[in-house]
């Protein structure tokens, strides 16, 4: 909505082409889109005139699916047909919250159309909605975005009209007070206004968004979790994700190509509070259109997404294996969920990359989405039925990516520096001790199977009391230690107590 004026920026272009005249490469580079901005009006407006012909129906797509290119010369009235669904979904496996969507996906349903379209806009929302919701479209000229025109209570349908006058890459969402809470519930989307002359083609285009969640639980804490308001206005998110869910874009849903093709992600970032440092682990951005604008960029690393922003970022893939889109703000990756693969499939060229696939350590838990022990657990204790065997199976999967990482996939460590967890006599001595050892950390000279050690280990008080629970229930029953059973109550127990002493050597 908000314009700069063309003469602004095409002055401004201008000057940056003079003083970098010293490198003759941007200033032959922006020869390229400014030539094309003067063709098209650049940022003037894009009213190539009333709509021709029959009115279109807008093919939508649920993410991370985007529809086809738009393929027309003239403008054209276009009808989008919008529902805003609220409905339970996963979060994370084993965590359902109640998310508020457009189109029942999160992010909402993807919408392309051309510059100078016409788009008559039909917003319902589901007659079982509890809240009333609108829509504010950053690609609309007008007040609001349209969130005016569009408040919609639940049962009813509204609807407007805008003419997309200018060509780029825009997010959608509720600005239903409090809109906060509207877009952390999941609502957002994008919308793509194609320049008249269209996108170049390319092998595949994706719909990737970034959102930030706030649970009352935390990170991973099974059942049916609340929003909380508290977390949000703090911007203490518990989950920062891909498509709204852990998993959404991992394992059997990671998204696929083949080596020796270009792939275009529409990248768009719903917030409500984080601004997303977009990267993709092994590959580096041939082409970037920052802020979902005109002008492009090379050869980036990692690009910023702000909150209610977007990007389009092309690469071309060179060597078969599995790529990581990240939020390289790294916590939000390995511990909120903000991680994604694309997994291209062909020939090695080794004369590119001479490695071996991804380092399943390094990725841990989260490069398989394969939790499903954890979940059959945490229903089990729910259900008061919960078996050793189930312990140990749920722990099996998250050691891998908690504590494989230094005690080793085979829990023999490392000599010097990590000690074994395999037939441990330190931990043999007071199996419960090791509830402390999680929770707490452990640093100082300590003693295992005669070979000391002294270094530090990091408290994971991060993990939940199950987790801690079947984590020492599978390493108490592997690897010749004795066996036995830590139960979830008790790391409760240890935690509430909080790191009274703190963890020192004690044998
Ligand atoms: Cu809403």
Redesign the pocket.
Known sequence: MHKLLPFALLAAFGLAGCNSSSSPTPAAHAAGPLAAAYSTGGSAKGDFGPPQGAPIQAILTSPPLVPPPVNRDYPAKVVVELE?IEKEMPISEGVSYTF?TFGGTVPGSFIRVRQGDTVEFHLKNAPDSK?P??IDLHGVTGPGGGAAASFTAPGHRTQFTFKALNQGLYVYH?A?APVGM?IANG?YGLILVEPPEGLPPVDHEYYVMQGDFYTTGKYREKGLQPFDMEKAIDERPTYVLFNGSEGALTGDNALTAQTNQTVRLFMGNGGPNLVSSFHVIGEIFDKVQPEGGTYWQENVQTTLIPAGGAVTVEFHTEVPGSYVLVDHSIFRAFNKGALAILKVDGPEDKSIYSGTEVNAVYLGDRSEPNLKAVTAAASAHAAGTLTRQEQIDAGKQLFTGTCSVCHQPNGEGMPGVFPPLAKSDYLAADPKHAIEVVLNGLSGPVKVNGTDYNSVMPPMSQLTDDEVANILTYVLNSWDNPGGQITKEEVAGVRANGPAHPAQAEH
């Open positions: 805003v508020w809240m919701h609108n509720c239903t509207h609502m």
